[in-house]
Nanobody, 128 residues
Framework: QVQLVESGGGLVLPGGSLRLSCAAS????????MAWFRQAPGKEREGVSC????????FYADSVKGRFTISRDDAKNTVYLQMSSLKAEDTAVYYC?????????????????????WGQGTQVTVSS
């Protein structure tokens, strides 16, 4: 049974950093792309970043490019999202998801409809 569990969310000051983790179980991460999405209150879900399984290519939404970094540790079956220079508008529930490949929309990151398995999310709040 595929299971994804996010952790690492919390309250952070504007300009601060957080690292989110997504621990995968029930499948071998090596053969799957992993992605991060987020959803703020009253807004639609937004693709944030994706990392492929074959060559480790990474993709980012323009809104986070240069501030967020996605990485994966297949030995630990875990994917990470390092977030820096956080802004109030980054406040959202962050979800990880998996599929065979990264399906992305240029400038807007991964496309949620193509990802089949999802975690429960972790809250990130950026506020002073």
């Amino acid at each position: 049974q595929v299971q994804l569990v996010e952790s690492g969310g919390g309250l952070v000051l504007p300009g601060g950093s957080l690292r989110l983790s997504c621990a995968a179980s029930g499948f071998t991460l090596d053969y799957y792309a992993m992605a991060w999405f987020r959803q703020a209150p009253g807004k639609e879900r937004e693709g944030v970043s994706c990392i492929s399984s074959d060559d480790g290519s990474t993709f980012y939404a323009d809104s986070v490019k240069g501030r967020f970094t996605i990485s994966r540790d297949d030995a630990k079956n875990t994917v990470y999202l390092q977030m820096s220079s956080l802004k109030a508008e980054d406040t959202a529930v962050y979800y990880c998801a998996t599929d065979r490949r990264c399906t992305v929309e240029p400038g807007r990151g991964p496309v949620g409809a193509y990802f089949k398995s999802w975690g429960q999310g972790t809250q990130v709040t950026v506020s002073s």
